[in-house]
């Protein structure tokens, strides 16, 4: 497949992005203008600047005119899209692709969730009519599979397993403890996350991503013109997307220990920003952890750890604030909440403060203010494992040499 990207032709020059919560007092509409207008500020640019405008939203809204109202744009194209839970980064990706075009000269980005008003505790959505045959299936229960697939793969006891989940939920609410915007801002006790409510299989609701209300937006400019706007742009490595098959589950040879749409999703971005070897080259990850056994096997799609040496890695705290790599430093879809057409913008937006070092001193990674590495990626899917999609970005502090 070919992967020849925009490498360094667009940069980002302003972000924003929403606490992620249950907001009862604000609308749709009212997240939007947040986060525009925190982007527009971060930016030090108006509306009128922006010439087009990439919309995602899964299930809060129809057309681009909910984001024109909202935002009272005066007749310039809004474009609304969705893909699953990797809408956001959709909405960012076509942004960056129409101003590498030279269709546009600044583009905005922006996605929303109201996921709270619906008075359920999942994603609650109308399903396009079928034959009928597909099985009927929760996410926890979908994700749920990876957990012992994954054990019997590698030789691991249930014991061990359950270990390596409850570090991997600890991680990401020690994190979000560190977060002013995550919708869980505490730190759980080992035994808490291991001992709570069964959800599916292993699963306990600490092993489970929050639902929650949102948005984050990014505005985007070729990057011969972002030091215009800002001395601290985000430079663009890699986009890349992939539409699995959807065969994984009538597939015998599919074991349920990796998501081929990431394998070759990552293959993509990792060939277009040069990068040879992820776990030493990058500083930070963002990757979607909706469930716990889910970042899990990431770790080796992304190419962070080896094949069935995951879980020793997260054992031995290798992607803990202080690990050889971050993962998830703003406390991940678990800690953050999960917000489907914000998610993978917020993603951005962490790597947008770490590059900068406007982190939180708690949480600023090392690696990033010594100058040992300057590049972020974020990883967002969408679907359940055998049948998703998949998208992976590449964002670094500098222009590549």
Known sequence: MASNGIRDKVAIIGMGCTPFAEHWNKSAEDLLVDSSQAALTSAGVKLDDVDAFWFGTMNSGWSGQMLSRALKIDYKPVTRLENLCATGSEAFRNACYAVASGAVD?????????????????????????????????????????????????????????????????????????NERAQFQSELPLETIRNSPKIAGMLGIHDCSGVSDGSAAAIIVRAEDAHLYTDKPVYVKALSMVAGPGAGPMDPSYDYTSFREVVACAAGAYQQAGITNPRAEIALAEVHDCFTPTELVLMEDLGFSKRGEGWKDVLDGAFDLTGDLAVNPDGGLKSFGHPIGATGLR?????????????????????????ERKIGLTHNLGGHPGDCVSFVSVVGSEPSA
């Open 106 to 178: 600044m583009a905005m980005a922006i996605g929303v969730e109201k996921l709270k008003d619906s008075g359920y505790s999942g994603l609650v959505r109308q399903e396009p009519p079928s034959d009928g045959t597909k099985v009927p299936i929760t996410a926890p229960a979908a994700f749920g599979l990876l957990a012992p697939a994954y054990a019997n793969a590698y030789g691991l006891d249930d014991e061990t397993l359950k270990d390596v989940l409850t570090r991997i939920s600890w991680k990401n609410h020690y994190n979000g403890a560190r």
């Open 347 to 371: 993603m951005l937006f962490e790597c947008w403060l770490q590059l900068r070092q406007e982190a939180p001193a708690e949480r600023q990674l090392a690696s990033i203010v010594n100058g």
